[in-house]
Each structure stands twice: as C-alpha cells, then as structure tokens.
T-cell receptor, first 115, second 108 residues
C-alpha cells in the first residue's frame, strides 16, 4: 500500500539556522498538508497546499515558514530561522481530494530539535 | 472557531471490558468527524469517520449533534487496542482540528 514518506526522521539544528523538512506524498494525491505536534500537546494544522499554492494556513504558519513543491514528487517545509519553540514533531499528510470525508494519509513524522 | 476536546488523557481498562473514549466538539457548521489512531512507533492512521457509519476493529462512533459529541466505543477491549486515539474535525476539507488525544491502555 502506498505511503507518505518523510525525511529525515530526526533533525537537530541550532537556533537561527534554516531547516528544510522533506515529504513525498502518495503519488496520485493532489492535496498536501503539514501539521506539527509539540511534545505533550495537540497535533496542530500548519498549512494546506493545492495546485502549487497555499489553500489555507494557520496562525502558526508565519513568515518564517514556507512550503514548496519543487518537483513532481517532493513537498517541503522550510523554516527560515529556527527558534527553540519550533522543536516539535512535524507531520506531512496528503489526500486525493480536499472535500470532506476524504482521508488524509500521514507520514511518520520528522522530529525537529532546536538547540 | 472549531475546537475538539478529549477530556481524558489516559484511559486504562482490562481486556474484555467496554471502552468509551470521549470527544466533544464545537463548530458552527456541519462538521465531519474522524477518529485517528496511533499505535506504538507507527504513524497516525484513520480509524473511522462518521459519514461512513462503519465499524472498524470493533469500534463504532456516533455523531450526536445535540450533545456535540462523537464518542468512540468498543464493547470488549483487546490488548492490541492499546494506542493513542485522536478525535479530529474537518471543517471544509482543508484542515483537520485535533483533540488532545487519549492514551488507551488495555491490561491483560
């Protein structure tokens, strides 16, 4: 069964550095998402992406964040200048269709640690 | 703004006992509710959605609009049901709002 993949599984970076988290969505999916989960807290929506543009974003997704689909398979999340509070598990997800009842398939996550 | 509340962080039951994981939501429109499960060292995966009214692995959930609830139930818990369970609301297909999660522990 096709799966969403994410790399790396764990990223350690210093405060102020840029990081790029990588995701390969399921190949026939058209809608892509990033979520994050700070340790001990809820899974929080960051951004959704369709047709090469952001369709929705949360308050968390400020100017430090950006997303890109650089080729036909990858979907990346960039954090320009990381802060300590960006330490979290970042999940990528994809779905065939954004309308209700279509399942979002999640990747295994990238654990980002900012020191 | 939509909100999902799971009041119990941890629920511990014995094998064979009934299980009910509570979920309440607030949303002004007509919501789509889901239960996602995360087994140890595995990814988040969909367990069931209210629109399909299905039973998966013996679990069921009924949307109660009057009480704004979507509780997850199973009559007889199994040890392999031990996992984190997340209730989630989809407002228009573009984002999921998750509850805080409930860790279910099924003891032998």
């Amino acid at each position: 069964e096709p799966e969403v993949t994410q790399t790396p599984s764990h990223q350690v970076t210093q405060m102020g550095q840029e990081v790029i988290l990588h995701c390969v969505p399921i190949s026939n999916h058209l809608y892509f998402y990033w979520y994050r989960q700070i340790l001990g807290q809820k899974v929080e929506f960051l951004v959704s992406f369709y047709n090469n543009e952001i369709s929705e974003k949360s308050e968390i997704f400020d100017d430090q964040f950006s997303v890109e689909r650089p080729d036909g398979s990858n979907f990346t999340l960039k954090i320009r200048s990381t802060k300590l509070e960006d330490s979290a598990m970042y999940f990528c997800a994809s779905s065939e269709n954004p309308s209700m009842s279509y399942e979002q398939y999640f990747g295994p996550g990238t654990r980002l640690t900012v020191t | 703004a939509q909100r999902v509340t799971q009041p119990e962080k941890l629920l511990s039951v014995f094998k064979g006992a009934p299980v009910e994981l509570k979920c309440n939501y607030s949303y002004s429109g007509s919501p789509e509710l889901f239960w996602y499960v995360q087994y140890s060292r595995q990814r988040l995966q969909l367990l069931l959605r209210h629109i399909s009214r299905e039973s998966i692995k013996g679990f069921t959930a009924d949307l109660n609009k009057g009480e704004t609830s979507f509780h997850l139930k199973k009559p007889f818990a199994q040890e392999e049901d031990s996992a984190m369970y997340y209730c989630a609301l989809d407002n228009a297909g573009n984002m999921l709002t998750f509850g805080g999660g409930t860790r279910l522990m099924v003891k032998p």
